[in-house]
T-cell receptor, first 116, second 115 residues
Framework: GENVEQHPSTLSVQEGDSAVIKCTYSDSASNYFPWYKQELGKRPQLIIDIRSNVGEKKDQRIAVTLNKTAKHFSLHITETQPEDSAVYFC???????????????FGQGTILTVHP | KAGVTQTPRYLIKTRGQQVTLSCSPI?????VSWYQQTPGQGLQFLFEYFSETQRNKGNFPGRFSGRQFSNSRSEMNVSTLELGDSALYLC??????????????FGSGTRLTVV
């Protein structure tokens, strides 16, 4: 089955700096890669996702890049703000039917702290 | 549109008891997936239901079961509770077509504590 590794486990930055979180996956059939932000005591919220037919996607201060050959994808947050502090999870899924239906395989999470 | 609704938000149960959790997906979504979140194991997939049928199952013991109703609402049941079942149980709603047009939207979860 799919295995997703996420690094770093903790990341501390100053307000205004950039933050980068990296994930690798094992299943070459995976084709959908979402990123979730989870604040303490709250539900995971989708912040950006990318599908295998594109290499990069941006949404304001957030971007995700995907390298299918190397099987890794990364989350980039620019101009970080204290409210960006949360746990971030990457995930992957083949999303193409069979045993992949509904199953996201998650990384272990990155605790991002943005200091004012 | 209304989000994903999970009830109850909190539960405290005793070892050996059973528990039923509920999830109502986004209107129009027919797929509901369930996940267990713990500090040690992270987010782990339990199972997925689509049109009242279980299509996919994770690596959890048979004490964990679920079902889905004709209105797409889903329930999961855990029997003979163990201390290790203490976790946040999350459900995720999607269109279920495999193309994930809308992605997967999570509910706020049910925090289960087994004592």
């Amino acid at each position: 089955g799919e295995n997703v590794e996420q690094h770093p486990s903790t990341l501390s930055v100053q307000e205004g700096d950039s933050a980068v979180i990296k994930c690798t996956y094992s299943d070459s059939a995976s084709n959908y890669f979402p990123w979730y932000k989870q604040e303490l005591g709250k539900r995971p919220q989708l912040i950006i996702d990318i599908r295998s037919n594109v290499g990069e996607k941006k949404d304001q201060r957030i971007a995700v890049t995907l390298n299918k050959t190397a099987k890794h994808f990364s989350l980039h947050i620019t101009e970080t703000q204290p409210e960006d502090s949360a746990v971030y999870f990457c995930a992957a899924t083949p999303n193409a039917g069979g045993t992949s239906y509904g199953k996201l395989t998650f990384g272990q999470g990155t605790i991002l702290t943005v200091h004012p | 549109k209304a989000g994903v609704t999970q009830t109850p938000r909190y539960l405290i149960k005793t070892r050996g008891q059973q528990v039923t959790l509920s999830c109502s997906p986004i209107s129009g979504h027919r797929s509901v997936s369930w996940y267990q979140q713990t500090p040690g194991q992270g987010l782990q997939f339990l199972f997925e239901y689509f049109s009242e049928t279980q299509r996919n199952k994770g690596n959890f013991p048979g004490r964990f079961s679920g079902r889905q109703f004709s209105n797409s609402r889903s329930e999961m049941n855990v029997s003979t509770l163990e201390l290790g079942d203490s976790a946040l149980y999350l459900c995720a709603s999607s269109d279920g077509t495999g193309g994930a047009k809308d992605g997967y939207t999570f509910g706020s979860g049910t925090r289960l504590t087994v004592v």
